[in-house]
């Protein structure tokens, strides 16, 4: 693995990780990773052996930490933040390496930004998202019905977490967990994505990944049908569970495989 750190549109640090498969597949473009909310490139993608498989599979593979997450550079300021942002560092990231087309697999917060980038980038072939649900039609990002916006900012700046319950409390002792910059979430769960997504204007072949349990991609059906060319994979498992179905390394490896 390379690490190398990307100066963005807006001069933010984004560090970006590059594995290159031992036998290359031919004529395949790179898979690009963006990992969901409080996770990493190395927690989302890593752990859970989605890069060994693509590189299984012969892939070049390109994991994103999200501004505030991971190598990435810190901030408490929300203007620093939001999905659009995250999806410029995209397309910065793909002019940087000079690059015409790409596979892109994003899950929660990076599934959002997925979609955004899909929806506005030609260069994406084939696109997998996961982790979220109708919210997405509904509100133009994940479900803050469910995980609502101050209630997940207060988790977050907290100084006693042990009372904490709910989705919010889960997201907080996860970001611990992960060692994830608090005050950086913080400002991210302060300005998330809340606007419509064009994505009638998505035209890459696109597989919605759903857990059965995750409260967060309720209704995935929805979703799919307001796709022009999607389909569904459901998957045991909540929204923290399902990367860890044996499944879900698979089900991204065989549609991305698909011509």
């Known amino acids: 693995m390379e690490t190398t750190v990307l100066e963005s549109f807006d001069g933010a640090d984004i560090a970006y990780h590059v594995w290159t498969p031992r036998e290359p597949v031919g004529g395949a473009p790179p898979v690009l990773l963006q990992h969901g909310f409080a996770a990493s490139t190395d927690s989302n993608w890593v752990t859970p052996g989605v890069v060994d498989a693509l590189l299984t599979a012969g892939r070049r593979v390109i994991g994103v930490d999200a501004r505030g997450h991971g190598g990435s550079q810190k901030s408490d300021d929300p203007a620093f933040f939001g999905e659009r942002n995250m999806s410029r560092d995209h397309r910065t990231l793909l002019d940087r390496l000079e690059l015409t087309e790409v596979d892109l697999v994003g899950y929660s917060m990076g599934a959002v930004v997925s979609l955004i980038t899909a929806g506005s980038d030609r260069r994406v072939r084939r696109l997998v998202v996961g982790g979220v649900g109708?919210?997405?039609?509904?509100?133009?990002?994940?479900?803050?019905?469910?995980?609502?916006?101050?209630?997940?900012?207060?988790?977050?700046?907290?100084?006693?977490?042990?009372?904490?319950?709910?989705?919010?409390?889960?997201?907080?002792?996860?970001?611990?967990?992960?060692?994830?910059?608090?005050?950086?979430?913080a400002a991210q769960a302060s300005t998330v994505h809340a606007t419509p997504i064009p994505l009638e204007a998505i035209t890459a072949p696109t597989l919605l990944i759903a857990g059965t349990e995750d409260w967060l991609a309720r209704n995935p059906e929805r979703l799919v049908g307001a796709l022009p060319h999607a389909e569904l994979a459901t998957l045991d498992g909540d929204h923290l569970g399902a990367v860890r179905d044996p499944s879900f390394s698979a089900v991204i490896v065989d549609f991305l495989s698909g011509s």
């Open 134 to 185: 109708e919210a997405v039609v509904d509100l133009g990002g994940v479900d803050t019905r469910v995980l609502g916006t101050e209630p997940l900012v207060v988790a977050l700046t907290s100084d006693d977490p042990t009372c904490l319950s709910g989705p919010a409390g889960q997201f907080r002792r996860f970001a611990e967990a992960t060692g994830a910059d608090l005050p950086s979430l």
